[in-house]
């Protein structure tokens, strides 16, 4: 294998988890807005469950991409402890913390069954903090932050992001008589 | 095949497909469908093409930066022969990059 393939791992993976985390992100607000109406919410909701976790395994090969090549030579204390890393501390802090964030998300959702919901609707919550902090290590420690696709696809889906959370904040509350067991089961009030 | 519960009210009509069932002898699914199976495959499989796609991008950027690139130039004060135009500002702002003994030969910064 050349010595470069696992940086393209690393850079490439990091992408991809970034995209899926976007995604992840509009689904969900897909399922408390109802902004398109089409598609059924339980297949919304099964998506952006889906989505999250994808998302999460991607971060993994991310992360594994960095821990085998050794260009920059991660270790794990730059891998896993925020602000550690010897190479821009801060914009890499940034992504290790939008990591555990995640995967708290994650593992929320996957107990969800199993605590309270405000606890569970409360760490969901962080699923924002996910999106702008994995945004902004994509931006400023990633080596593709300078390439203008990139900075295009972030601007745009930051947009659509923004729009939604603005319209979930402002638009009335509808009244729902009945709400389906997928509803209930995850989509966030 | 024609279903016979089809003009029956919703309520009967499940009903009458429990009372089927259990007839039959068929034991109830513990585990429901995913109501977007064929959607998560798809999914997964449009991440793992991405990925690739990404990291091939990557790598033909980077050769054909590379090819493109004029004559080696030898750096007799640097650390080592680079074919590098010039040094990436990650490996330069990389300080494990930076105190590395081996010979950078590498321009994996673009």
Redesign the interface.
């Known amino acids: 294998m050349r010595?470069?393939t696992w940086?393209?791992?690393a850079?490439?993976?990091g992408?991809?988890a970034w995209?899926?985390a976007a995604l992840a992100v509009i689904w969900g607000l897909q399922l408390s807005t109802r902004l398109v109406r089409r598609p059924?919410p339980?297949?919304?909701?099964?998506?952006h469950r889906?989505?999250g976790g994808?998302a999460v395994v991607?971060v993994g090969?991310h992360l594994l991409g960095l821990a085998i090549d050794s260009?920059?030579?991660f270790g794990p204390a730059d891998l896993f402890v925020p602000f550690a890393s010897?190479?821009?501390p801060t914009e890499v802090g940034l992504g290790v913390v939008a990591m555990y964030l995640l995967v708290a998300v994650e593992v929320t959702s996957l107990l969800m069954k199993r605590m309270p919901r405000q606890v569970w609707h409360g760490v969901h919550y962080a699923s924002y903090a996910v999106f702008v902090l994995g945004t902004v290590h994509g931006l400023l420690a990633g080596?593709?932050g300078g390439d203008a696709l990139f900075q295009w696809a972030c601007l745009i889906v930051s947009g659509i992001v923004l729009y939604m959370t603005l319209v979930r904040i402002l638009a009335p509350k509808r009244s729902v008589p009945k709400r389906s067991p997928?509803e209930r089961a995850g989509t966030p009030s | 095949m024609t279903d016979r519960t089809q003009n029956l009210d919703p309520e009967e009509r499940i009903k009458r497909i429990r009372e089927r069932r259990a007839a039959s002898g068929a034991a109830p699914r513990g585990r429901r469908r995913h109501p977007a199976a064929k959607s998560r495959v798809l999914l997964a499989g449009l991440a793992i093409a991405s990925f690739g796609f990404v990291g091939a991008s990557m790598a033909a950027t980077q050769s054909t930066s590379t090819v493109a690139a004029p004559a080696p130039v030898v750096q007799t004060a640097a650390v080592g022969v680079s074919s590098a135009p010039a040094p990436s500002p990650k490996a330069a702002t990389s300080a494990p990059a930076a105190t590395r003994s081996a010979p950078v030969t590498s321009t994996r910064g673009s």
């Open positions: 010595d470069q940086w393209y791992v850079r490439a993976g992408i991809v995209a899926l059924a339980a297949w919304v909701l099964d998506l889906f989505l994808l991607f090969v260009f920059i030579g010897a190479y821009k080596t593709d997928a």
